[in-house]
């Protein structure tokens, strides 16, 4: 057993962040948030967890932060995950994710904080040619999204070479799904990723899902992608924690994916399942930027972490954000 270090987690208000504050606090870390509340909720955040608004580049609250909390771990999710805005508005991308990244990460140094996990995306692979990615497939990102993300990655490595910092940087794939009991979900309006259009498809919230092209070189044409459930994610999260408490000389980089992909068109035949109705379809042009298929090699995480999926099931990940969706209409926010 490792000991249970305080944790900040930035973006904790947000979607994949409020999973991981579900997942450390049921486990008994000590967590406490910091959010800018620009996308993200603060009823996303249970009350028992101390929550600060504000922004990750303000160095003088960060220090106020982690000296009132003996923080001694970061998870550090805050930031913008829109890869067509990212596209259209680079600068900000560099600015909240890049520059505000920096600065959270000399905020670390200057306070001694030993361990980061730091929340990063497949996208930094860009159109990867193998069928699995794996951890060595070059990082070719084709978006400022993705860039964004590599080069902090790159500023972790160089920052653990010179300061007592480790860091484990996990690759996301296709994060969906919601909290298993209901407690959070991905909130965001405007949603613009399949699982969440497609519910909300479902429930009448939008009139039909458009498919981004069906000419793809996949089994039904249709784009494929390694989807994985958001708690199975928060889980790893709080497994590679554990792993850099447990060999502080050691930082991590894994891929986050089930190692299997579902194509658009079997997502929503798997919300129609769940539903028992049928989704309107309107087949359109590609979505520039698009890879045909995106799936991970995920032998590394496996072979580091005593990582064991719980939610490996496609009708199950659409059936949590089913009723996450439900719930926000209930609460009067979908
Ligand atoms: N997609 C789609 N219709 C939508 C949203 C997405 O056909 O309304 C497709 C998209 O082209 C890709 C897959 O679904 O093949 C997953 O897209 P998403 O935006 O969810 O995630 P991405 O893989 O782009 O990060």
């Known amino acids: 057993m490792t000991d249970k270090l305080p944790v900040l987690v930035t973006g904790g208000a947000g979607y994949i962040g409020s999973h991981a504050v579900l997942a450390l606090a049921d486990a008994g870390w000590p967590v406490a948030v910091i959010d800018n509340l620009v996308t993200g909720f603060r009823w996303a955040v249970p009350d028992t967890v101390p929550f600060?608004?504000?922004d990750i580049a303000d160095e003088p609250l960060l220090a106020r932060i982690f000296?009132?909390?003996?923080?001694?771990?970061?998870?550090?999710?805050?930031?913008?995950?829109?890869?067509?805005?990212?596209?259209?508005?680079?600068?900000?991308?560099?600015?909240?994710?890049?520059?505000?990244?920096?600065?959270?990460?000399?905020s670390a140094v200057a306070a001694g904080v030993p361990h980061m996990i730091f929340s990063s995306t497949a996208?930094?692979?860009?159109?990867?040619?193998?069928?699995?990615?794996?951890?060595?497939?070059?990082?070719?990102?084709?978006?400022?999204?993705?860039?964004?993300?590599?080069?902090?990655?790159?500023?972790?490595?160089?920052?653990?070479?010179?300061?007592?910092?480790?860091?484990?940087a996990l690759r996301y794939f296709n994060v969906a799904g919601a909290d298993p009991a209901g407690r959070t979900g991905q909130s965001t309006a405007g949603a613009t990723h399949l699982?969440?259009?497609?519910?909300?498809?479902?429930?009448?919230?939008?009139?039909?899902?458009?498919?981004?092209?069906?000419?793809?070189?996949?089994?039904?044409?249709?784009?494929?992608?390694?989807?994985?459930?958001?708690?199975?994610?928060?889980?790893?999260?709080?497994?590679?924690?554990?792993?850099?408490?447990?060999?502080?000389?050691?930082?991590?980089?894994?891929?986050?994916?089930?190692?299997?992909?579902?194509?658009?068109?079997e997502v929503l035949d798997a919300v129609d399942r769940v539903t028992n109705r049928r989704i309107e379809r309107r087949m359109q042009p590609r979505r520039a930027g698009d890879p045909d298929s995106l799936i991970s090699d995920n032998g590394r995480i496996k072979a580091t972490l005593p990582w064991v999926p719980r939610y490996d099931?496609?009708?199950?990940?659409?059936?949590?954000?089913?009723?996450?969706?439900r719930r926000l209409g209930e609460m009067g926010r979908g």
């Open 123 to 168: 996208a930094t692979y860009g159109v990867p040619d193998v069928p699995r990615v794996t951890e060595a497939t070059p990082q070719v990102p084709i978006n400022p999204y993705g860039m964004s993300k590599l080069m902090t990655e790159h500023m972790l490595a160089d920052v653990a070479r010179a300061h007592p910092l480790n860091y484990c």
């Open 52 to 54: 600060y608004q504000g």
């Open 195 to 265: 699982i969440k259009v497609a519910v909300e498809a479902a429930l009448g919230k939008r009139g039909h899902v458009d498919i981004f092209g069906s000419d793809y070189a996949t089994p039904d044409g249709t784009g494929v992608r390694d989807y994985i459930h958001v708690t199975d994610l928060a889980a790893a999260h709080v497994l590679a924690l554990e792993a850099l408490i447990a060999e502080p000389a050691r930082s991590l980089t894994m891929n986050c994916g089930y190692g299997r992909g579902f194509s658009v068109l």
């Open 313 to 325: 099931d496609l009708d199950t990940i659409v059936g949590h954000a089913l009723a996450w969706e």
């Open 67 to 106: 000296a009132e909390q003996g923080t001694r771990a970061i998870m550090h999710f805050a930031g913008s995950v829109v890869v067509p805005e990212s596209v259209a508005d680079p600068l900000k991308y560099y600015h909240n994710k890049t520059a505000k990244s920096r600065a959270l990460i000399a």
